[in-house]
């Protein structure tokens, strides 16, 4: 149907939006902050795009807001893993030190 082509991407935008959100909850701010950016850019350029009219334009920038922020808080998890393998680590060489008196590099 050629009228549904005119209808903003209202989905795709509210999913770019939610995707953000979690994406920030998962502090990408701090651990993605060059994917959270792509990101926001890309949904205020969709946005941008709606008030122009130009519906296909705000849809693709809105999927790619979406994969954009879901990779910013996919990032975001993976490098606090990291930290915490790295933090568990430390410890149990302390403890493994402390415990059984051996010296770790």
């Known amino acids: 149907m050629a009228w549904s082509k005119a209808l903003p991407p209202e989905q795709e935008l509210a999913d ?3 995707a953000l959100r979690i994406a920030d909850e998962r502090d990408a701010q701090v651990y993605a902050p060059v994917e959270r950016g792509f990101a926001e850019d890309k949904l205020v350029r969709a946005r941008a795009a709606v008030e122009e009219k130009d519906m296909k334009l705000a849809r693709q920038l809105a999927l790619e807001a979406e994969v954009d922020a879901e990779l ?3 990032r975001s998890r993976l490098q606090k893993a990291r ?3 790295e933090t568990e680590t430390a410890e149990n060489r302390t403890l493994r030190r402390d415990l059984l008196g051996e ?3």
Do not use: D, I
């Open 103 to 105: 010296e770790q590099p």
């Open 72 to 74: 910013a808080g996919v």
């Open 16 to 18: 770019a939006e939610t």
């Open 83 to 85: 930290e915490q393998v």
